[in-house]
């Protein structure tokens, strides 16, 4: 069983020909709404690619925190430990998109910041029946440290996605069992850019040292680096026509956990992530991309 903690947002996107500048008011193009948040989206990965998931999560008593409520069940997510704020908002990320594809977002976290030590003791019980516990940073720091130091010795997998990147503390590190980075946040916790083989066994190798059991990098188009005691390398993604790239880490992170929670070891989960991650930048949209597990079967 899977138990993500981590953050759920409303993305809110309008296109535009160009951004405003400060004092201006223009008419945009397309308003669109989308569910999103990291930890939102990689419970919904896993879920839809196998996994048994659980979310704990908090949202604002508002629209936005009643559609993502309805949202997680029609899913099938056990929502147990999702909780509804009395008094902050939901989060949500406004997004401006440009002719260029290129965009701005502007988060404010409302209810995620209030994911605080207490929301998870209050479901111990939920954590407590997790094989493995997935986070993300877009919490409080303070929680994730405290999930690190409460379950990094219970025999249960620990999986960070170190994303937005933040400095870690270093004594956290021993307690995880896996980390997943893309290659910015490898370059911001390690200083080391990975290019190739080479400099991805060195980034793999902060990590180890720290006494992290697992490392994967994911490497965009190039697939992901995999650094396990089984297997070491590069597993490459297929090669696919990709649109939009948005969730492609998400929905890697969400597929690994679902496929270790099924059974595989690191090195298929990695080769089944990569599949999965790559149908999903074949679609627009954040979950909306996310593939379900015979569509992936399906086309590989
Ligand atoms: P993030 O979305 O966090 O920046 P990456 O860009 O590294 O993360 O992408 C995550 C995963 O998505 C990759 O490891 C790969 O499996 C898949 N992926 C991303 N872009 C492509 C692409 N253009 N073609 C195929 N797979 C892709």
Redesign the pocket.
Known sequence: KIVVVGSSNTDMIIQVDRFPVPGETLLGKDFRIFPGGKGANQAIAAIRLGGDVALVARLGRDLFGDQSLENFKKEGLNVQGVVQDKELPSGVAQITVDAAGENTILVASGANNALSTAQVSEHAGLLESADFILMQLEIPLETVTFIVEKYGSTGKKLILNP?PAYHLPVKMYADLHAIIP???ETRFLTGIRVTNEDTAVHAAAFFHEKGVEVVVI????A??FLSSPDFTGSLP????N?VD?T??????IGAVTAGLCTGMDWKNAVIF??RA??L??TKFGAQSSIPFLGQVEKHF
């Open positions: 994303a893309n290659q910015a994911t490497l965009g188009a697939g992901a993604a297929p090669e696919v990709a790239s969730a492609a880490g998400d929905t890697f992530a990569n991650a790559a999903s930048v």
